[in-house]
């Protein structure tokens, strides 16, 4: 039987990863400290832990994935404009907006692919709050089992 300290460690963990708006990396450190202070203590909130721990894990790496292949997309799209025989400091970089390049769209697609992600990231960790607190088991998905 859950009891309600058990649910409240397990929601704190989920909820622990809004501190990376505050102190770096704090989405893994402070669902770490309270997983590994609690992980003995109820197999409930050892779950949960690896849960918010894996899904962190896996946002990383997926972010990661996306950087590698959105970065070379804007400085192609950047550096394409340049005329490198000939440089004028004040004409170098020329924007036409009247053709935009192919690789801006790619861009462009991949960074709204990456905020897509940064809200759904934002409303599974609120579901999985809600689920410990309720004293139910939350899958997040799309997440790499890293600890098991």
Excluded at 80 to 89: A, G, K, Q, V, Y
Aim: proline share 4%.
């Amino acid at each position: 039987m859950l009891d309600n300290h058990q649910k409240n460690i397990a929601t704190f963990i989920h909820l622990s990863t809004f501190t990376r708006f505050i102190i770096p990396f704090g989405n893994f450190i402070g669902p770490i400290v309270l997983w590994m202070a609690n992980k003995e203590k109820s197999e409930f909130v050892d779950t949960h832990g690896k849960q918010a721990i894996n899904f962190q894990m896996s946002i990383l790496l997926y972010a990661l994935i996306l950087g590698i292949l959105t970065v070379p997309f804007f400085i192609f799209n950047v550096f394409s404009s340049f005329n490198f025989i000939d440089i004028d400091l004040f004409e170098g970089i020329h924007f036409n907006i009247s053709e935009p390049s192919p690789l801006l769209y790619i861009g462009g697609g991949l960074g709204a692919l990456a905020v897509i992600g940064f809200i759904l990231e934002l409303v599974f960790i609120v579901i999985a709050s809600l689920k410990a607190r309720d004293g139910e088991m939350y899958h997040y998905p799309l997440t790499i089992d890293f600890l098991k």
